[in-house]
């Protein structure tokens, strides 16, 4: 709670930098985002991020394609990449079996569930993308933000945790069919 604390007066909330948008986009877009969808369509955002990142980072063709496009020279063309991919399998997973499998009632999940869950994939998809840019751009952020989205154990926490929730949390209300 000490490192929070400090981390947060650390930021100038009257000259606004990059970490204070980031903090900002991260409990905001957490919130907002994870109660306008739901647990049940977050679960689903969140392993096409999974899916995503495993497709850009290891397929053999893509790589390929990498080396002749030079798009991990180019940090735009990654994030842009990236993002294309998870929408391509966002899109399909939601019309899959996939959604009826995590919510086969479309219950919302409770409301704790839904914010931890979110605040987890918003975490997640700012450790990618942040990861995914050059040491120049990411050298002004605070020593916090980089050990909170960019350190080894930031960067694992945002990795394992998600995997971790989903394995124990109870599933939403009527997602059983019952």
């Known amino acids: 709670m000490d490192q929070i604390m400090g981390y947060l007066s650390s930021l100038n909330w009257s000259a606004p930098s990059w970490d204070l948008f980031i903090l900002l986009f991260f409990v905001i877009g957490a919130l907002l985002y994870g109660l306008s969808l739901g647990r049940d369509r977050v679960i689903?955002?969140?392993?096409?991020?999974?899916?995503?990142?495993?497709?850009?980072?290891?397929?053999?063709?893509?790589?390929?394609?990498?080396?002749q496009l030079?798009?991990?020279?180019?940090?735009?063309?990654?994030?842009?990449?990236?993002?294309?991919?998870?929408?391509?399998?966002?899109?399909?997973?939601?019309?899959?079996?996939?959604?009826?499998?995590?919510?086969?009632?479309?219950?919302p999940g409770s409301w704790w569930q839904t914010i931890i869950?979110?605040?987890?994939?918003?975490?997640?998809?700012?450790?990618?993308?942040?990861n995914f840019l050059p040491a120049e751009i990411t050298q002004g952020l605070s020593e916090?933000?980089?050990?909170i989205f960019m350190g080894d154990n930031g960067r694992s926490a945002w990795m394992v945790l998600p995997i971790v929730l989903m394995a124990l949390a109870p599933k939403s209300k009527g997602a059983d069919g019952a």
Do not use: C, E
């Open 44 to 67: 689903v955002i969140l392993v096409s991020v999974y899916m995503a990142l495993a497709v850009v980072s290891n397929t053999p063709l893509l790589n390929k394609i990498n080396f």
């Open 144 to 147: 916090g933000t980089k050990q």
């Open 117 to 130: 869950f979110s605040i987890l994939q918003v975490g997640l998809l700012i450790s990618i993308t942040l």
């Open 70 to 107: 030079h798009v991990n020279d180019n940090y735009v063309l990654r994030i842009t990449f990236f993002v294309g991919v998870f929408v391509a399998l966002f899109f399909l997973l939601s019309r899959s079996a996939l959604l009826k499998t995590i919510g086969g009632s479309n219950a």
